[in-house]
């Protein structure tokens, strides 16, 4: 029984979202919102289709709300993202 447990964690944690998860479901969320979105939509919608997730993987169930603003300066350092100067404030557009 020790082993099966053992391997329902390890599993867990292979399948733990970290905040680098986040860059894809804002690109996920903006794509649903036609492109361009006020940052409370893209969470609104990062939470409902990926609540479990959140909640599952650890301090980022947490810190998700805070980290979101990492993974958006991320993408506008590859190019993803428009910079934060060339749109609305509190909306975060696909380049």
Known sequence: MG????????????NM???KD????????LKE?????KIAKIREIIW???KDDLINSGNLHFTWHED??????QLRAKG???????????VWELV
């Open 3 to 14: 082993s099966h447990l053992q391997l329902g964690n390890a599993e867990r944690e292979r």
């Open 17 to 19: 979202k970290t905040r």
């Open 22 to 29: 986040l860059c894809d479901w804002i690109v996920e969320a």
């Open 33 to 37: 919102l036609k492109g361009s979105g």
């Open 48 to 50: 409902q289709h990926h």
């Open 68 to 73: 979101i603003f990492w993974a958006a300066t």
């Open 80 to 90: 993803i993202l428009k910079n934060a100067k060339a749109t609305s404030k509190s």
